[in-house]
């Protein structure tokens, strides 16, 4: 399986800009897409296959890389963002990150 | 507006079996292929089955293959998880999911929390 390695926490505060990694185990071409989980709620799409931005998301979204590296980039941060983003690769099967937790300080 | 309604979790002892539902309404149900992705608490996602958008070809995760059957009625607007021989590491939060034919799930249900405890 391809194992994707993300960071589990960082902390912003409103106003800046925080990128957010990714890492593949192995090459998944542009095929990595990036999810939004606030507290108690479901999944939601952001960023597919690395750089399109989903249906009804803010551009202050956006993403980045092929490969193997990706970013998720959030300019600028709002209090909102406050949520474990998740990216997800579709090359090889379909794996998950463990997710990074974003606090808003 | 897309939605999806999942039903049918709860708690089940191991070894036994569920079936959850997903309704689905906002769009063409039979045109796209559906996804099953769980959560176990606190925990991260796992892509479970995934099904085309005629229920033709399916496709399973390897700890879940010969024990779990994901299908759909068109007819219905319905997707369905049957779950044989449950295990507690199947103990998860199951979220439904409109499916793209190259792997991202675009849309997610609110999930269904199944426990398998004795």
């Known amino acids: 399986d391809t194992v994707l390695t993300q960071s589990p926490a960082l902390a912003v505060s409103p106003g800046e800009r925080v990128s957010i990694s990714c890492r593949a185990s192995e090459g998944v071409n542009s095929y990595m897409h990036w999810y939004q989980q606030k507290p108690g709620q479901q999944p939601k799409l952001l960023i597919y296959?690395?750089?399109n931005l989903a249906s009804g998301v803010p551009a202050r979204f956006s993403g980045s890389g092929s490969g193997t590296d990706f970013t998720l980039t959030i300019d600028p941060v709002e209090a909102d963002d406050t949520a474990t983003y998740f990216c997800q690769q579709s090359w090889n099967d379909l794996t998950f990150g463990s997710g990074t937790k974003l606090e808003i300080k | 507006e897309v939605q999806l309604v999942e039903s049918g979790g709860g708690l089940v002892q191991p070894g036994r079996s569920m079936k959850l539902s997903c309704a689905a309404s906002g769009f063409t149900f039979s045109n796209y292929g559906m996804a099953w992705v769980r959560q176990a608490p606190t925990k991260g996602l796992e892509w479970v089955a995934t099904i085309s958008y005629d229920g033709s070809s399916t496709y399973y995760r390897d700890s879940v293959k010969g024990r779990f059957t994901i299908s759909r009625d068109n007819a219905k607007s319905t997707l369905y998880l049957q779950m044989n021989s449950l295990r507690s590491e199947d103990t998860a939060t199951y979220y439904c999911t409109k499916a793209t034919t190259v792997g991202w799930f675009a849309y997610w249900g609110q999930g269904t929390l199944v426990t398998v405890s004795s």
């Open positions: 296959k690395a750089s």
